[in-house]
């Protein structure tokens, strides 16, 4: 009995704050646009009994729905999500590896010292963080003054409101995420195990691909799904960063609920993102627990 | 055979496999190898044995490539390694944590080394096959290392660092993780592989038991300094100090002032003494002449013998002379350090006392001590005599014996097999003896604060100059 109660508590939890909302989102998803208050019908109305029940559920239909895969912008702004969060992932990583790397090889009181450094930039909020960025990347920002001053560039280059300012703006934002889970594998591992591979006739280069790349495995996964979920809803970078032509699905779901206060359309985007993320996310929990199964 | 006595560090033919020329090696202001200089041979199991921060451990460490010598010249087979990468040496280790790559089966750990090779696959195959048979791991060839024991793990590091075929195999405190009983076993695989392999090993441990178990020559360090190289048995019978006699086994330290021994004393002191003539050493004479011949003279350890006579020899032949296992008869400038009784629960008798040697006198008022294997050269200087535990009688009435202690037993501590006396004698210090239980517990004759005879013959000890 008290081993129940004391599993309800999280299932209460993920009820009441997961399940639910997503139930009234679902539920405005299936709904139609109003000139009204909440913008959308139907409303349940209970006074009227069965009946209203009844007329309820017969209002709601798939027509968002329909209308997300007839209009090309959609799909477009999800392929573009999915891939810029993929290239951003892949550079995250590229950044981020040899950073966790060398804190997991420095000297072991330097250690605590370079995570605090890594987790530091939460302690400010990530909007300000964003905007400075815009202060770094435009074209009398801080970066192009530098490389104008030391003479490596005549005009200023346009980074701000491009693409490639948001793949900045992600890089810094989830280095962190991508970081953690990697350094915490590379830490683990013994470091007899490099010289054993040398030992063996490997030279360091191939040691680092034939051992400290496969140890690290589980790192790097959990790392790329923590960076690249979050990243394909991205709205402020892209919104911040990005140009007109930056196209993702978080911008999209923003304006449809913003700008055209269109909230059927809009939840049937955010139910859509939703469903395309559950695939990533199942394959990381799956690898989670692979990882948990090999004991280590 | 001609392999009857393995003793190449005593034929000045013999090429070395390994020599260290003036070794050095200072981390910083901290010197870690102090001017080293030490031949191992081919063949040989040798063990680096000492307390930790020796320096035995840095001295593997450049022998397989991980330290570099700050000077002085590593030879393998007279080609300077000193600055070869460790990739680049026919030498390979056995790691002290295994360090088996978790993430491949044990097939793969053991194959690893000969795919970087770029061997063709059935060759790397055949090879496998042949290391999982050789150190019986078989049925686990697919396992990953966390789904196999410690013993078994143990063995996969083995066979992984034997699979190159080095020329050298490095072991690093290789059985230390293991529990007593499986370490034991493990000792005896390891030499029985060492032998069909003919690899040769260098073992580094903290471990003096395990280091006299499977060694052919040991090797005492202190402080980034050899302090002895020799056989196991010359290390525990004639260690070279006091050092070594205190960190090999169970030992009692008495001090004393050395005086030349006033009878006979002039003439003998140059010959050996006739204590080789106890009976059973007679039949083996020819071989003892041979032996004083060398130096040194060590012959295969026991446990190498038994290796011999119980498994290896059905194998491949007897190659090991019957003889008896003893010590070679001293040679002059070996007097003083071989000890030859060894029989001391039955004492000689007073008569058989063989001349020469020395008297230490250790405490005021009490006889002085007789040890005729004293070296005449220690006359008037402080001396240790280092007796062994098993090496001295215990009785509650006075044996007749050379030397003899009254005591009282302060404590005892009982093994089973053996029980250690701790006996304090006059002048209050405190003496350890050991007797073997040959009677049930219950009929003891002796027990707690009981006045005691302890008892030893003239040879029992080592006479060491003090430190």
């Given amino acids: 009995m008290r081993r129940a109660v004391l599993i309800a508590v999280p299932y209460l939890w993920l009820l009441a704050l997961f399940l639910v909302p997503f139930i009234i989102v679902l539920k405005i998803s299936l709904s139609d646009i109003a000139l009204a208050r909440p913008p959308y019908t139907p409303q349940l109305d209970l006074n009227e009994g069965w009946a209203g029940i009844r007329a309820f559920f017969a209002g709601l239909d798939f027509e968002n729905f329909t209308f997300l895969s007839t209009d090309d912008l959609y799909w477009k702004a999800y392929l573009s999500s999915v891939r810029i969060a993929g290239i951003a992932t892949l550079c995250t990583l590229l950044v981020g590896y040899p950073i966790a790397y060398g804190m997991a090889r420095a000297p072991q009181e330097w250690r605590p010292t370079l995570l605090m450094l890594v987790i530091l930039p939460f302690w400010t909020s990530f909007l300000i963080r964003v905007y400075s960025w815009i202060g770094i990347l435009s074209s009398e920002g801080v970066l192009n003054q530098f490389l104008m001053g030391i003479g490596l560039i005549g005009e200023p280059l346009t980074i701000l409101n491009t693409n490639t300012a948001v793949y900045i703006g992600i890089v810094y934002t989830y280095l962190p995420f991508m970081i953690l889970p990697i350094y915490s594998a590379l830490e683990k591992m013994d470091e007899s195990l490099l010289e054993a591979a040398e030992d063996l006739g490997s030279s360091r280069f191939s040691a680092f691909w034939l051992v400290t790349i496969p140890l690290s495995r589980n790192g790097i996964v959990a790392g790329c799904f923590l960076v690249f979920i979050p990243s394909i809803g991205e709205f402020v970078i892209p919104s911040l960063l990005g140009g007109s032509d930056t196209l993702m699905i978080g911008k999209v779901l923003w304006e449809e609920f913003f700008s055209n206060r269109d909230w059927p359309v809009a939840s049937a985007v955010a139910v859509v993102l939703l469903l395309i993320l559950i695939i990533p996310i199942v394959l990381f929990q799956r690898s989670e627990e692979n990882a948990r199964e090999a004991g280590r | ?438 009677r049930r517990i219950s009929r003891r004759d002796i027990t707690w604060e009981d006045e005691v005879w302890l008892s030893f013959t003239a040879t029992a000890g080592v006479i060491l100059k003090d430190e």
């Fill in chain 2, 1 to 438: 055979m001609a392999e009857s006595d393995f003793a190449p560090w005593n034929d000045p033919e013999a090429k070395p496999l390994i020599q260290f020329k003036g070794v050095t090696k200072r981390f910083g202001d901290f010197t870690a190898i102090d001017d080293l200089t030490q031949d191992i041979y081919e063949r040989e199991f040798f063990a680096l044995l000492g307390p930790s921060g020796c320096g035995k451990t840095t001295l593997m460490r450049m022998l397989a490539g991980f330290e570099e010598p700050t000077e002085g010249q590593i030879l393998l087979n007279g080609v300077d390694i000193g600055h070869v990468p460790p990739n680049k040496r026919a030498v390979n280790m056995m790691f002290q944590s295994y360090a088996l790559f978790p993430h491949l089966s044990v097939y793969d750990n053991i194959a690893f080394g000969l795919r970087r090779e770029k061997k063709p696959k059935d060759e790397v195959h055949a090879r496998v096959k042949e290391m999982l048979r050789l150190t019986r791991l078989e049925r686990f060839a697919q396992r990953k290392p966390h789904q196999i024991s410690g013993g078994q793990r143990q063995r996969v590091a083995l066979a992984r660092s034997l699979a190159k075929a080095p020329k050298l195999l490095l072991l690093d405190e290789p059985l230390g993780a293991l529990d007593k009983k499986l370490r034991e076993e493990t000792q005896f695989e390891l030499m029985d592989i060492q032998e069909k392999t003919g690899t040769t090993f260098i073992i580094v441990t903290h471990d003096q038991e395990e280091a006299m178990t499977v060694a052919s020559r040991v090797a005492v360090m202190d402080e980034g300094r050899i302090v002895q190289v020799a056989t196991p048995d010359v290390i525990y019978e004639a260690p070279n100090s006091v050092y070594v006699a205190d960190f090999i086994g169970d030992v009692n330290l008495i001090r004393g002032t050395a005086r030349l021994r006033p009878a006979q004393a002039a003439t003998e002191a140059a010959a050996p003494p006739p204590e080789q003539a106890s009976p059973e050493t007679t039949p083996a004479a020819p071989v003892a002449k041979e032996a004083a011949a060398k130096t040194d003279g060590p012959q295969p350890n026991p446990l190498g013998r038994a290796l011999h006579d119980r498994i290896l020899s059905p194998i491949f032949g007897t190659w090991l002379e019957e003889e008896p296992r003893r010590l070679p008869p001293p040679s002059a400038a070996e007097t003083a350090k071989t000890p030859a009784a060894e029989t001391p629960a039955t004492p000689a008798h007073p008569q058989d006392i063989p001349p020469g040697g020395l008297e230490i006198d250790w405490s005021e008022g009490q006889p002085a001590l007789l040890a005729a294997n004293g070296d005449p050269a220690l006359d008037g200087e402080k001396v240790v005599l280092a007796l062994r535990p098993e090496k001295l009688g215990i009785a509650k009435t006075r044996p007749d014996a050379p030397n003899t202690l009254k005591g009282k037993v302060i404590d005892i501590a009982y093994l089973g097999n053996i029980s250690t006396y701790h006996v304090e004698i006059e002048g209050g210090v405190m003496v350890k003896a050991q007797a073997a239980n040959t």
